[in-house]
């Protein structure tokens, strides 16, 4: 079974969405069992059952409220990384929480990102433009670039990396860069 702190070993910090109460208690007693504590140093279950939790790497974790889970999003600098709680632990490969915003965001980049799953595949087809991508396909590549083929680079510091040099890469789609020269220059300074 997937554990939590295998995602804050991942992020330094994510939020988790549990759609019902025996997500949210089931949530809440694995991360217990995991060493997770409350800021104030509870024990998980002692919280009473919201559907939005943030975990973070120093093994804390609190509530989150609605309100900052919705109006981060309306950002197309949201950083967070937000889990489905359900999905996570049945092992769904993605299992990032959609959007409804038009920030690049982990959940399109994961989609996108596979649609060639087999990595060798993946690899030589990123060494030229691919025809017909759409920009959302290009980024989600160099993000699988940065993340498994040319780098291991944390996922985060990838999807900040790629945030932060969006125009430039916007003008490197249109003059038809192909992914793996962008993701190794990328990724050179990622780290």
């Given at each position: 079974m997937r554990t939590l702190d295998q995602l804050t070993d991942l992020?330094?910090?994510?939020?988790?969405?549990?759609?019902?109460?025996?997500l949210q208690i089931r949530f809440l007693e694995q991360a217990e069992s995991e060493g997770f504590l409350t800021l104030t140093g509870e024990s998980p279950t002692k919280l009473f059952h919201p559907h939005l939790y943030g975990l973070f790497d120093d093994m804390?974790?609190?509530?989150?409220a609605g309100m900052v889970w919705s109006l981060s999003r309306k950002t197309a600098f949201d950083m967070n990384v937000r889990i489905d709680y359900e999905k996570y632990?049945?092992?769904?490969f993605n299992y990032f929480c959609k959007t409804d915003s038009d920030a690049i965001n982990l959940y399109m980049i994961t989609e996108a990102a596979y649609s060639?799953?087999?990595?060798?595949q993946f690899e030589?087809?990123?060494?030229s433009f691919i025809e017909g991508q759409t920009f959302a396909n290009y980024?989600?590549?160099?993000f699988r670039g940065l993340t498994e083929?040319?780098?291991?680079?944390k996922p985060e510091e990838a999807l900040k990396r790629i945030k932060y040099n969006l125009i430039i890469l916007k003008n490197d789609f249109e003059n038809r860069i192909p992914v793996a020269d962008i993701a190794l220059d990328l990724g050179y300074s990622c780290g």
């Open positions: 992020y330094s910090h994510v939020w988790i969405f549990c759609k019902n109460e025996e804390t974790m609190g509530y989150l632990i049945t092992g769904k060639i799953a087999d990595p060798g030589k087809s990123c060494n980024i989600a590549y160099i083929i040319f780098w291991h680079h």
